[in-house]
């Protein structure tokens, strides 16, 4: 069983960083990619960075450009999301995803597996 567990969330003041980590866990993760998504209160969850398992794909949604690096450790079947000059509309659930296909996973597709989020709350 697919088991993927979020860390790292809380409360930050703006312009503060964070750093989630997912260590997911049941089979083999090789091929797959990792990524994250958010949602925030009364929203729909939305799309924020994916990367490929050769990391050769590396995809971020448009509001946290250059502010967000996704990175992960293969050995540790872990992905993480360095989270830098954090803004209140950050402020969200944020859930790690794995899918077997890049393309499903930023579609978050039904063959994607999910967390159980992690909150992130930034206060202006």
């Known amino acids: 069983q697919v088991q993927l567990v979020e860390s790292g969330g809380g409360l930050v003041q703006a312009g503060g960083s964070l750093r989630l980590s997912c260590a997911a866990s049941?089979?083999?993760?090789?091929?797959?990619?990792m990524g994250w998504f958010r949602q925030a209160p009364g929203k729909e969850r939305e799309f924020v960075a994916a990367?490929?398992?050769?990391?050769?794909?590396?995809g971020y949604a448009d509001s946290v450009k250059g502010r967000f690096t996704i990175s992960k450790d293969i050995a540790k079947n872990t992905v993480y999301l360095q989270m830098n000059s954090l803004k209140p509309e950050d402020t969200a659930v944020y859930y790690c995803?794995?899918?077997?296909?890049?393309?499903?996973?930023?579609?978050?597709?039904?063959?994607?597996?999910w967390g159980q989020g992690t909150q992130v709350t930034v206060s202006s």
């Open positions: 995803a794995v899918s077997a296909d890049y393309r499903e996973l930023v579609r978050a597709t039904s063959n994607t597996y």
């Open positions: 049941g089979r083999t993760f090789s091929g797959y990619a």
């Open positions: 990367e490929s398992w050769s990391g050769v794909r590396t």
